[in-house]
């Protein structure tokens, strides 16, 4: 495999090492924080972008993930829930992994998959969806609370230039937004982390 990296400064990252008893005894005992290479080259495809993560929100459901009994366990898949209308499958982040289902942050880098649909270097922007912990595959162990996460390309969304990725004034949630307005342009979004309106 080659080992030539993007060329990035060294990060930081969040990781799950194991998982916890309960979700008191995960955020004591299950999170080191390491430092974090720019991903791999060779681990890069097409369809990836690599965000420069600014901003992350960490919900229950994370910390739920940290014990190992968020719906499911490691490489286990249910048909519980399912019908054949509508399979569901569950699964749990393999360990270790990085925690935060979404994020916002700057693109760092991008594949021609990208590049195809409008998204560009230094473009700032949301990322949520079928991607990082609670997903499949290898963008699993790629969650927010790092300098650097890699997720597919119909994960991200482009942030608005008039909102910033956090401020302590006037914060406010994607999900309340949606709600008051119902819906946004599909090419834009606002990050689910807490964020900030200009008026």
Known sequence: MDMKRLPLPTGMHAVITKYGM???DALENSITLEEQPPPLLSELEEGDIVVAVKACEVVW?????????YQHQAKATSTLFST????????VAQLPYSPGMTYSGTVVWLGGEAEKVGIRLGQSV?????????????HQRWGGCASYAVCPVEAVRI?????????????????MLLHRNGHLPSKHALPMAMIQRDF
């Open 61 to 69: 459901t994370d910390t739920v993930m940290m014990t190992g009994q």
């Open 159 to 175: 942030v608005p230039q008039a909102l910033h990725f956090w401020s302590p004034a006037d914060r406010i949630s994607f999900t």
């Open 126 to 138: 949301a990322v949520a969806g079928n991607t990082g912990p609670r997903s499949l595959g290898r």
């Open 84 to 91: 054949p209308a509508q399979p569901f499958t569950l699964v």
């Open 22 to 24: 309960n979700q008191q």
